[in-house]
C-alpha cells in the first residue's frame, strides 16, 4: 500500500477531493493509452499517476482558478 507525502502537493491550497479525482483521472488515461500502459511497467496506473504529481511533472487546477465569481 502506498503512503506516500502528499504535502507537497496540498501545501499549494489543493484539497484532498480534488487531489483524488486528478490521480483518478490520471490513472484512467494510462489505463486506456496503450503506450502509457507501457511506459508505467509494472505499477499500477494509480501509483503511476500519483508519481506524477508528487514528482511536479502535473499541477491540479482548483475550480475556484477556472471561474471568475
Given amino acids: 500500500m502506498l503512503n506516500p507525502d502528499l504535502r507537497k502537493i496540498l501545501?499549494?491550497?489543493t484539497?484532498?477531493?480534488s487531489l483524488v479525482i486528478a490521480v483518478a483521472k490520471r490513472a484512467r488515461q494510462?489505463?486506456?493509452d496503450p503506450?502509457?500502459?507501457e511506459?508505467?511497467?509494472?505499477?499500477?496506473?494509480?501509483?503511476y499517476?500519483?508519481?506524477e504529481f508528487l514528482a511536479?511533472?502535473?499541477s491540479i487546477?482548483?475550480?475556484e482558478e477556472i471561474r471568475n465569481i
Fill in 11 to 13: 501545501k499549494d491550497k
Fill in 30 to 32: 494510462i489505463a486506456e
Fill in 35 to 37: 503506450k502509457l500502459s
Fill in 49 to 51: 499517476a500519483l508519481d
Fill in 39 to 47: 511506459k508505467c511497467g509494472t505499477d499500477k496506473p494509480v501509483s
Fill in 61 to 63: 487546477r482548483e475550480p
Fill in 56 to 58: 511536479g511533472d502535473l
Fill in 15 to 17: 484539497s484532498r477531493y
